[in-house]
C-alpha cells in the first residue's frame, strides 16, 4: 500500500474499479484495511469496488497523519514491503508491486534506505541488482518493441556523488543484467547503449575523464562477453527518437540522466522495474504527491500499468 500519508491508498482504490486488473492477475493488498475504508470515505469513494484479498497489518493508527512524512507512515511503509517480500519469497505471490513510499518517512522510522530497490535487495539477500525505469512509445513514435528503457549504473545519491560511485565493475554489472534480463523476455539479441558521464562525452578528457578511463572498458569487457552493446553516447543526443530507436534499452550513469527522458515522453505511464532480485518487482513512477494526498486527485494509471507489466514479466519467465 506504500506510504499511507501519500496517495497509495486512493490509487489501488481507483485501479481496482477500473476492473482492467482482474483481466491480468489476481490482486492481493498488503495494507491496512480500516485505512482503506478510511480513504474510500474521505474521496467519496464506494469502498465496496474493493474486490481483492487484504492482507490486514492493522498498523495505522485512527489518528495518523497524511499529507507530510512521519515516524509512523514510514514504519508502516516499510512493513507492507517486509510482508510482501515474505509472501513472494514463500511463493504465495508471483510479483510484487509496490505503491509509493517516502525516503525521509522510513529514515524517520529508522531505516535508512535510500528506496525500495535497496531495501528489496537486502530483503532478499540479492547482491547484483538494479533499477529500470520502462515507458511506452510516445504518440509521435511508431512499432519498435515497446518505448524506452533506462537502467542505471547509480540510483538515489547527491549528483556529486557520482563519478566516485562509477566503477567498470558496476557499469558491466548493469549492462549484463539488462542483457540477462531482455533475453529473459523475448529480446533473442538485445541492443544496448550506454550513455556518457560528461558533456559531449568528456571531448577527449577535457570536461572529465570517467568515459574514457571507466566508461569505455565496462563496454569492451561487456563486448568481449558477446553482448551487443555501444557507446558511451552524449546523453544530451541519445535520447532523441532517432538515436534511441538503435536500442533496446539504455544504460545511464545515474538518476535525473535517464528518468527525465522517460518522464518526458510518459510520465504516469512508465514503470519501475527492479532487476535482479528472485521474483517480480515493478512499481510506480512517481511519488506520495502529499500535496494531493485525500483529495481524490490522484491518477491511478501508473499503477495499473506496473501491475500489467508485472503479470507480463511473471507469464515471460514461467514460459522461460
Not at 551487443?228 to 530507436?245: E, N
Amino acid at each position: 500500500m506504500g506510504d499511507p500519508a501519500g496517495i497509495g491508498a486512493e490509487i489501488i482504490l481507483k485501479a481496482l474499479e477500473k476492473r482492467e486488473i482482474f483481466k491480468y492477475c489476481i490482486p492481493i493488498i498488503v495494507g491496512d484495511k480500516d485505512f482503506l475504508k478510511k480513504t474510500a470515505k474521505a474521496i467519496k469513494f464506494p469502498f465496496h469496488i474493493l474486490k481483492a484479498n487484504i492482507i490486514d497489518l492493522k498498523n495505522i493508527p485512527k489518528n495518523i497523519t497524511i499529507g507530510r512524512p512521519t515516524r509512523v507512515s514510514g514504519k508502516a511503509s516499510v512493513e507492507y514491503i517486509k510482508s510482501s517480500v515474505n509472501l513472494a519469497k514463500a511463493k504465495k505471490a508471483d510479483a510484487i508491486v509496490t505503491a509509493p513510499i517516502n525516503k525521509e518517512a522510513i529514515h524517520m522510522a529508522g531505516y535508512k534506505y535510500p528506496g525500495h530497490t535497496e531495501m528489496l535487495a537486502e530483503l532478499t539477500d540479492t547482491k547484483d541488482y538494479t533499477m529500470m525505469l520502462e515507458s511506452p512509445p510516445p504518440p509521435f513514435e511508431k512499432g519498435g518493441k515497446g518505448g524506452l528503457r533506462v537502467v542505471l549504473v547509480t540510483t538515489h545519491t547527491a549528483i556529486k556523488n557520482v563519478s566516485r560511485l562509477i566503477s567498470r565493475k558496476k557499469i558491466l554489472k548493469a549492462i549484463k543484467l539488462t542483457n540477462s534480463s531482455l533475453k529473459s523476455w523475448g529480446f533473442l539479441n538485445p541492443r544496448i547503449g550506454v550513455s556518457a558521464l560528461n558533456p559531449h562525452g568528456g571531448e577527449g578528457g577535457i570536461f572529465g575523464d570517467e568515459d574514457i578511463k571507466i566508461i569505455i572498458p565496462a563496454i569492451n569487457d561487456a563486448r568481449s562477453e558477446g553482448i551487443d552493446v555501444k557507446g558511451p553516447f552524449p546523453a544530451d543526443t541519445l535520447f532523441t527518437p532517432s538515436k534511441r530507436a538503435n536500442f533496446d534499452a539504455i544504460v545511464v550513469m545515474y538518476h535525473d540522466q535517464g528518468l527525465i527522458p522517460i518522464k518526458m515522453s510518459a510520465f504516469g505511464k512508465a514503470v519501475n522495474i527492479t532487476l535482479g532480485l528472485p521474483f517480480v518487482r515493478t512499481s510506480v513512477d512517481h511519488g506520495t504527491a502529499y500535496d494531493i494526498t485525500g483529495k481524490g486527485l490522484a491518477d491511478p494509471s501508473s499503477l495499473i500499468e506496473a501491475v500489467k507489466m508485472a503479470a507480463k514479466l511473471t507469464e515471460m519467465q514461467d514460459v522461460d
